[in-house]
């Protein structure tokens, strides 16, 4: 009979929470890190010429993707 008990010491390996990518963690700092620093430096604007993202629906398909939006970045003076 599966109990609890057995279901824990046994079935661990199911749910290794934050062991289960090592480079998760250092990617996730990663990428903080470069969009903090292009934060600091630039101001992000719309492209010239191009429309900015409007709030309607997202394009359908097997994927839910967004459609394209174009920026700029400027530097900080």
Do not use: Y
Not at 7 to 34: D, M, N, V, W, Y
Not at 36 to 55: C, E, I, M, R, Y
């Amino acid at each position: 009979m599966l109990t609890l008990d057995f279901l824990k010491l046994h079935c661990a390996f199911l749910s290794p929470g934050k062991r289960l990518c090592t480079g998760e963690t250092f990617s996730r700092q990663f990428i903080f890190l470069i969009l903090s620093a292009l934060l600091q430096n630039f101001t992000v604007k719309g492209a010239q010429g191009k429309p900015l993202p409007t709030t309607d629906p997202d394009l359908p398909g097997i994927i839910v993707t967004k459609k394209d939006m174009w920026i700029r970045f400027e530097p900080r003076s």
